[in-house]
């Protein structure tokens, strides 16, 4: 496991040595956040113009929150109050006995109320995206739209991935305590670190957020994924609902993602030029269309508000 870390975060530094376009954007400041009866999280919250309406943003799996949406955030800060946080086992997030994508919502609907923020929209990028959907089904009273980028109703589709999360569900099972303590250590350190070293640019602070995962969090949060299986239940979504969709996904193909949009009441669909990493490494062609998606969710938000009073 420590090899496949060290192997992924070299592949990190090397397309940033070889001047990968990570934009250079000031990143926002984060606090402590303690959720009664869960624990605490990092997050960042920007508040945007007065009165405006809010947007949680979940990351993808191995990520932190700034970690996957900082090209975006301050676009999105001229129209909405953005959030921000880290989930658990990732970054500065939660640490509990499992990871579990049902907690991970939970833990959304926590921060939602904790911050009262009223009925925001909730978007999720890969993994987060999941856990939006999670969202909807588990608290649907705080949600008042969702946005969901990169996104899937299950991984097992066929045998090839199958037998992938198979295995991986059965050996994280076993390696459940090892990884907890592991992750625990690895999260006292590279919070500490964080904390405590300020980045001199963006990809020295983007490598720093990266290391800050450890990779036997991100496989348990892999395992967990493996699970996910939202097809029967996605067409009584009824609140606004945006899908945004990497056109060259290799991860999750865009075909997929597409049929994903039309089991979706009124699903809007939006298309950005790049692949699955392209929230940070083609934010120049994934930002523009996430904003819009936004945009429009919120509008129809409003409509739909008139339509209710």
């Not at 705080?142 to 996104?151: D, E, P, R, Y």
């Not at 949009?261 to 030029?273: N, Q, S, W, Y």
């Amino acid at each position: 496991m420590q090899k496949i870390g060290h192997w992924v975060g070299e592949s990190v530094r090397k397309q940033i040595d070889d001047h990968v376009k990570i934009p250079q954007v000031d990143i926002p400041q984060g606090h402590w956040l303690e959720l009664p009866r869960r624990g605490r999280t990092w997050v960042t919250d920007v508040p945007g113009p007065a009165g405006a309406p809010a947007i949680v943003l979940l990351h993808a799996v191995g990520c932190t929150g700034m970690l996957t949406w900082f090209p975006v955030v301050h676009e999105l800060a001229k129209r909405f109050r953005v959030v921000v946080f880290d989930q658990r086992w990732h970054g500065r997030g939660i640490i509990s006995e499992n990871f579990s994508v049902h907690d991970c919502a939970d833990d959304v609907a926590a921060v939602i109320t904790e911050l009262e923020l009223d009925h925001p929209i909730v978007a999720g990028y890969s993994m987060g995206s999941v856990i939006a959907q999670r969202v909807w089904r588990q608290h649907p009273d705080v949600v008042g739209g969702l946005i969901l980028a990169a996104t899937t109703d299950r991984f097992r589709t066929n045998g090839r991935e199958t037998l992938f999360h198979s295995g991986m569900e059965i050996a994280m099972g076993g390696l459940r305590t090892l990884s907890k303590s592991r992750t625990v250590r690895w999260a006292t350190r590279s919070t500490a670190e964080a904390l405590d070293i300020g980045p001199t640019d963006t990809g020295t602070w983007a490598l720093n957020e990266w290391r800050s995962t450890t990779p036997w969090a991100m496989a348990q949060a892999v395992a967990a994924l493996g699970r996910h299986h939202s097809t029967p239940w996605l067409s009584r979504i009824d609140v606004p609902t945006a899908v945004v969709i990497p056109s060259h996904d290799h991860v999750i193909p865009a075909e997929r993602q597409r049929k994903l949009a039309g089991l979706i009441p009124g699903a809007t669909v939006h298309e950005a030029d790049c692949g699955h990493a392209g929230c940070v490494l083609q934010a120049d062609k994934f930002v523009p269309v996430f904003v819009e998606a936004a945009t429009v969710t919120a509008a129809r938000m409003r409509a739909q508000e008139v339509l209710d009073a």
